[in-house]
């Protein structure tokens, strides 16, 4: 047998690692594969592909269930606690831990795989899901509308693995490292949804500020926007006409659906384009999609702050007197403008429809403090999502450098 290691190991560890077959490791194979079972809205879950990707199955995305005669019926072999799902087709090597936590049944392009006792199950699945290993599971997919990979030729892929003891320690360090990653994801939903809580009670004016002696401010002013803002139209630039070395910070207007939230301040695109035929920002500018598939798509505000940077075409330009972080968290939470929109295939929203928008606007000093506390619920999710990033990259490290 072939002999290999990993680069980085443990260092009470010397055995070189053994190459097997993946079939040489299991000890059951559950493969219901053939029709899907009649299925309901409730009853014992059934698990497909969208549940899986995680270590953890996702039970909330599920959607199909079975009663319990068509799992004792239909299914031939049961997953019991321990087994790996894998999926045969889509994303390669997608493979989840089913923990028995509750009773479930498998859907027809996903197979259980039970890890024998002089192996680690938590080993064997950080290693079928490393990046390395993808060709291995691409070489034999059945090219077909949706390829899929049969079980009969996965069972004789070859991967090399230390002794258990090994095994086991490095499932239990990246296990540690996904459990990390659990808590930050947990950790930004909790504030996220902090945030979309907040955000509803201070705009439809449940929850209010106060001035710092104590008093209320003034009673919200019913405006349409174009009594407090001036509108403007940003000028073409097209993804060929950006350069990483570009002279110019430049926001196209796809890039508020991908990139940017309601605050603009880190630019991520650049041009070369002559800045005299360029529209450019001012500190404080509102800018909102011209045009997009679906009135959703143009309904997303962000607030520039920051001035000479070159504002593409399709986007709209507010520039108003209130407070323009204030006015991108207001006009995201209320969606009114969506309904301004027109057209079918494409939907477009004018400067003549935003004039006519109506808003209720609190007195200038009560959105400054909504804008900040709004603000720094954003930096704190900001944050969090940066050190899920880094812990995430963390881990892709690992998998590339403790496994053959």
Not at 95 to 115: E, F, M, P, T
Not at 158 to 175: G, N
Not at 346 to 362: A, F, T
Request: glycine share 6%; charged share 25%; aromatic share 8%.
């Amino acid at each position: 047998m072939k002999t290999k290691i990993s680069k980085l190991r443990f260092k009470e560890f010397t055995d070189e690692w053994q190459e097997k077959k993946l079939g040489d490791v299991l000890s059951c194979v559950v493969d219901n594969r053939g029709k899907t079972p009649e299925t309901s809205s409730s009853g014992i879950p059934l698990i497909e592909v969208n549940a899986m990707g995680t270590k953890k199955i996702n039970y909330d995305v599920i959607s199909k269930f079975v009663d319990d005669p068509t799992f004792k019926k239909w299914f031939r072999k049961h997953i019991t606690n321990g087994d790996i799902l894998f999926s045969t087709v889509g994303k390669t090597a997608m493979c989840s831990l089913y923990d028995g936590s509750r009773k479930a049944a498998i859907a027809q392009n996903i197979v259980g795989l039970r890890v024998d006792s002089s192996n680690s199950t938590d080993f064997l699945y950080y290693l079928l899901i490393q990046p390395q290993n993808n060709h291995k599971f691409k070489k034999i997919e059945m090219i077909a509308v949706q390829p899929s990979v049969k079980v009969s030729q996965m069972v004789h892929l070859k991967f090399s693995l230390p002794k258990k003891e090994e095994q086991e320690k490095i499932a239990k360090f990246l296990t540690a490292v996904d459990e990390k990653i659990t808590k930050l994801e947990e950790k930004k939903k909790g504030f996220e949804k902090y945030k979309k809580g907040a955000t509803q009670t201070i705009f439809s004016q449940k929850n209010r500020f106060k001035k710092e002696n104590g008093e209320n401010y003034l009673d919200w002013e019913e405006k349409k926007l174009g009594e407090v803002a001036f509108f403007y139209k940003g000028s073409g630039i097209s993804k060929e006409e950006t350069s990483d070395r570009g002279e110019v910070e430049c926001i196209r207007y796809g890039e508020l659906y991908t990139i940017y939230n309601e605050i603009i301040q880190n630019i991520k695109s650049r041009t070369n384009l002559n800045r005299n035929n360029l529209v450019l920002s001012q500190v404080n500018d509102v800018i909102i999609p011209s045009s997009g598939e679906t009135s959703i798509d143009i309904a997303t505000a962000s607030c520039v702050l920051k001035n000479g940077v070159a504002l593409g075409g399709d986007l709209n330009i507010i520039r108003a007197k209130a407070n323009g972080v204030f006015l991108s968290y207001y006009l995201n939470n209320c969606k009114k403008f969506a309904k301004l929109a027109q057209g079918n295939s494409v939907v477009h929203l004018y400067s003549s429809q935003l004039k006519k928008l109506v808003m209720n606007l609190p007195d200038t000093k009560e959105q400054d403090k909504i804008a900040e506390f709004l603000t720094a619920l954003d930096n704190k999710i900001n944050l969090i999502n940066n050190q899920l990033e880094q812990v995430k990259l963390f881990k892709k490290s690992l998998l590339q450098q403790m496994f053959v």
